[in-house]
């Protein structure tokens, strides 16, 4: 049965960490001017309250992973960190200006790229200067993604003295000829290094992402690479399916073929036998591709209801603002997204002349924020219910048939006024909010914009 719904389901999808999509934004109602006024809006009406979160995108890679989908730079040239972090602190200088107050934040993301290839002095220079113009809510989460082969003790402990009590490592497969495949040579002591280090400095979640359904992965691949990993015990997990979008300009996906990438019938065996092997130890699944022990914040949040998802997927916490600093990096005021340029010399070449470096990005209108609702109570809650009297099922028909198909393949429970997804629906939420997306529905896109949703 499981194989007829992976076969029936399989399609190209969103991974909704946005809706609208950013496929379809739309540049005709988008302007810099109106993203501004929608961040000041969303600023003055939840900075005092809950705070705003940043994500600040560090680009630069000593090595190119072949199955990184990431905006990225590769170089050894190290000289190149400065001049990037004094563009950021620039960035975020331009934000500062248009509030009426300090910022409060509440939550802090370095992503990339690496962010262990800046060194720990200049990691920490960046953060001091932002948090000497900022103020700090009461329960805020500072995280960062650490390499483990770069990670330093130095790195750790600099990061932990001004606030970092996160690490999420890249871990991806153990297996040699994986690794081999996806350019990540990477032993398992170094990874326990890493984890432990973290761990002795005070950290008080450490994290491990995973990947399934990497070129040459096999059934026995995934279980070796769980096994070690539950050896470790890392506090929270992203097990999630390898997104091949090779057609994606310098993703650097290349350097095997789609033949050699496994089926998505064995894709789905490989994420049900993680999840099992991760239940004997009691890891917890949150929402979708997500796993965390009890203790662990995230496993609170989705008990509490506060679970929330965005550009930088599942957090404990939900930030009306979340504001992104660096190359490529999105920002989100509820009311609309942008996103930075992309090319390092375009990012520095705004900032010169005082523009924050936005090329693109969407204002949203009220059919947008209602859907866009549903969409994050079913990543998160994995429910949603039809409250809102502006938009209910009878005005989305095409949403209500494709909701009814699902009903009868067992994957979620549509009642008066609201649906559930089942225990068997919840491996294809995509594909449940793919229902919602009308945008999607209205204009099938005419190449591949998505990976397969399983």
């Given at each position: 049965m499981l194989k007829s719904l992976v076969n029936k389901y399989n399609i190209a999808g969103p991974r909704y960490t946005s809706y609208p999509t950013v496929p379809y934004w739309s540049q005709e109602t988008f302007s810099l001017k109106k993203w501004k006024s929608s961040l000041i809006q969303s600023f003055k009406e939840s900075n005092s309250e809950e705070g705003i979160s940043l994500y600040i995108h560090l680009p630069f890679c000593e090595s190119l992973c072949t199955f990184c989908g990431c905006n990225k730079r590769i170089t050894k040239q190290h000289n190149v960190e400065s001049p990037y972090i004094n563009a950021v602190l620039k960035e975020w200088h331009l934000y500062l200006e248009l509030f009426d107050e300090k910022p409060i934040i509440k939550e802090l993301h370095l992503g990339g790229g690496t962010p262990t290839f800046f060194s720990p002095e200049n990691l920490k220079r960046l953060i001091t200067f932002i948090l000497n113009t900022s103020k700090l809510a009461p329960h805020h989460e500072f995280s960062f993604e650490g390499h483990p082969n770069n990670t330093t003790r130095e790195h750790l402990q600099a990061l932990y003295d001004v606030g970092f009590r996160r690490v999420s490592y890249g871990v991806q497969d153990y297996n040699p000829t994986v690794q081999k495949a996806i350019h990540r040579i990477q032993p398992f002591e170094n990874v326990k290094e890493a984890t432990e280090l973290a761990r002795e400095i005070g950290y008080t979640s450490v994290g491990h992402d995973i990947i399934f359904g990497l070129p040459f992965q096999t059934l026995q691949h995934v279980e070796e690479t769980i096994l070690k990993t539950k050896a470790l015990l890392p506090d929270r997990l992203a097990f999630y399916s390898y997104a091949h979008v090779p057609w994606i300009k310098g993703n650097g996906q290349r350097g095997f073929d789609d033949a050699d990438l496994p089926s998505a019938d064995?894709?789905?065996?490989?994420?049900?036998?993680?999840?099992?092997?991760?239940?004997?130890?009691?890891?917890?699944?949150?929402?979708?591709?997500?796993?965390?022990?009890?203790?662990?914040?995230?496993?609170?949040?989705?008990?509490?209801?506060?679970?929330?998802?965005?550009?930088?997927?599942?957090?404990?916490?939900?930030?009306?603002?979340?504001?992104?600093?660096?190359?490529?990096?999105?920002?989100?005021?509820?009311?609309?997204?942008?996103?930075?340029?992309?090319?390092?010399?375009?990012?520095?070449?705004?900032?010169?002349?005082?523009?924050?470096?936005?090329?693109?990005?969407?204002?949203l209108n009220d059919e947008d924020l209602v859907i866009r609702k549903h969409i994050l109570n079913l990543m998160c809650q994995f429910e949603t219910s039809w409250t809102n009297e502006k938009l209910n099922f009878n005005d989305l028909p095409d949403t209500l048939i494709k909701l009814k198909e699902m009903e009868k393949d067992g994957l979620l429970n549509i009642y008066s006024n609201k649906i559930e997804v089942t225990q068997k629906g919840q491996p294809f939420v995509r594909n449940i909010c793919m229902a919602f997306d009308v945008l999607l529905q209205r204009k099938k896109p005419d190449t591949q914009l998505f990976s397969m949703t399983v």
């Open positions: 064995l894709k789905r065996k490989q994420y049900e036998l993680g999840k099992e092997l991760l239940a004997e130890v009691g890891y917890k699944e949150i929402g979708m591709d997500h796993f965390a022990l009890t203790t662990d914040s995230l496993f609170t949040s989705m008990i509490n209801g506060d679970l929330h998802r965005n550009f930088m997927g599942y957090t404990a916490s939900k930030t009306q603002a979340m504001i992104g600093l660096g190359v490529s990096s999105i920002s989100d005021s509820w009311y609309g997204f942008s996103q930075n340029v992309k090319g390092v010399e375009s990012y520095y070449n705004l900032l010169k002349d005082n523009i924050i470096p936005v090329y693109r990005g969407h204002i």
